[in-house]
């Protein structure tokens, strides 16, 4: 008797999960500044930091990207201690070593060396494969008047939304 067993052809099944799971999304950057150019790099990061991010505890709000002796390092973002590491835990605000290639480096700390320009973390998310990844923006402050028109394109954006949904 012969068993009707196929054997797998070697490529994985797509799951119906995303690519990635977004932990905080900065959405006061994208209201504050212009951005210009954005990239995606990855984050030093302790264990029990990890941990917390898998529980969704960070805060981007007051988040910036310095530029210190040929590194980026990520200062004033908020990883909330974990509950279950006790003494081992990690200081919630400490600044994190920001992972690029050497060319977009050179490419992004360049021009944040411009006038008005200045790098803004605008996303933190995990990969398909679990690593912990940072989307770094160059960016260029609103004025007041551009951030009114801002509002005043969502504003009516939002009511042609409501118009079409009243149909």
Known sequence: ???NSKKSSGKKKKSSEPAFQIISENRKAKFRYEIL???ECGMMLQGSEVKSLRDG???LDEAYIRVKSDE?????ADIAHYHNAGFWNHDPRRPRKLLVHQAEFRKFAGRAHERGLT?????????SRGLAKCVMGLVKGKKLHDKRETIKKRDTERGLQR???GR
């Not at 980026?72 to 004033?76: F, Q």
Request: glycine share 4%; no cysteine; proline share 4%.
């Open 1 to 3: 008797m012969a068993k």
């Open 37 to 39: 150019d954005s990239v």
């Open 57 to 59: 505890k960070l805060s």
């Open 72 to 76: 980026l390092w990520l200062v004033g």
């Open 119 to 127: 790098l803004v973390p605008l996303r933190v998310y995990f990969n």
């Open 163 to 165: 118009a079409m949904r």
